[in-house]
């Protein structure tokens, strides 16, 4: 009978996916545990990844997620990288490779979508207990239009709080950011009594199919 | 053996204004059941206490009780559904 203090055994866990930078890359010990990240190249894409416990990745693990992300930001600063679902681990390099082998067309669609792109997200915030004078309504109607004339696509997420007036991803190509944050800033300025986040740049997790290496992938949207 | 409840009465066309409201608390029992132990709006509520934290709306410290709260109830409740217990 297994011991139920002993840890996991290690798997390996995929971060991300680029197109294959020509050499096995290493990207610093960043991963889960200070483990080392790097490159496991099939044909043009790599996924990056780390070795990594073998055990389900919750959701609510905020230290995790945080890991996760700034792994892809870094992947990000030099990549177009194809986002992979939080918690995507698996038994082995050889299981890696085999689902690379299998999602290979789908990565090819979704590096299209999100080559040379990224997401930036709004949230508004209605102000708790205060009448205001704004139509919250038009406000909102406004940011879309603005927003949507400097985006390549948008998608409206779920708005999970009452208090919530507009939670929008935007997908954006990285040379139209600085004037997308501009818009933001002026807008933000007209409504001041709103609360605004202005939040990313992400990749573009929003506008792919990210579980595009597990057994549901589907391809690019 | 019939079960004499208010259902069975409502389909013999027979309305008995207290056993109506009895059925009315258990809807509203059920309800809030539903949503006490639905994990989806468990999430939302987790979601939208980091937001209001991030917003600066509520201090940390607020925002780490009540973190704590909806964890260990989000525990339970994956629990209950693992264990396939239903409250509908």
């Known amino acids: 009978m297994k011991n139920k203090t002993q840890p996991p055994e290690n798997g390996i866990y ?3 996916v680029i197109r294959t930078p020509g050499e096995t890359k290493n990207f610093g010990n960043i991963g889960f545990g200070g483990k080392e ?8 894409f790599s996924s990056v990844a780390s070795v990594a416990p073998l055990k389900k990745y919750d959701m609510e693990n905020e230290k995790e997620i945080e890991t996760h992300q700034n792994v892809v930001k870094m992947v990000m600063m030099e990549h177009s990288v194809i986002p992979v679902a939080y918690g995507m681990v698996f038994k082995s390099r050889k299981l890696v490779l085999a689902s690379m082998k299998v999602a290979q067309k789908a990565m090819k669609k979704t590096l299209n979508v999100v080559e040379g792109k990224v997401e ?18 038009s406000c909102v109607e406004e940011f879309e239009k603005e927003l949507g004339k400097l ?4 998608k409206k997420l779920t708005l999970f709080s009452k208090r919530l007036l507009m939670n929008t991803a935007y997908l954006v190509e990285k040379d139209r950011v600085d ?3 501009d818009a933001v800033e002026a807008l933000e300025t007209k409504y001041k009594p709103l609360n605004i986040q202005y939040s990313g740049p992400w990749p573009a997790y929003n506008f792919v199919d990210i579980k595009i290496l597990s057994k549901q992938q589907e391809g690019g949207r | 053996m019939f079960l004499f409840d208010d259902i069975l009465m409502s389909m013999m066309g027979v309305s008995v204004p207290g056993l109506n ?4 608390l258990e809807l509203v029992k059920d309800l809030a059941y539903k949503e006490l132990y639905d994990p989806e709006i ?3 509520e987790i979601k939208e206490n980091r937001m209001l934290y991030e917003f600066g709306d509520i201090s940390e410290e607020a925002y780490n009780t009540r973190k704590t709260e909806l964890m260990n109830q989000l525990e339970q409740v994956q629990k209950l559904l693992n264990a396939n217990v239903s409250f509908l």
């Open chain 1, 37 to 44: 990240v790097y490159t496991i190249d099939y044909k043009e």
């Open chain 2, 21 to 24: 409201l009895f059925s009315t």
């Open chain 1, 120 to 137: 930036l997200g709004i949230k508004i915030l209605n102000q708790q207990g205060q009448a205001s004078q704004l139509d919250t309504g």
């Open chain 1, 179 to 181: 004037a997308f944050s």
């Open chain 1, 151 to 154: 985006s390549s696509d948008s």
């Open chain 2, 42 to 44: 468990i999430r939302n």
């Open chain 1, 14 to 16: 995929v971060y991300c």
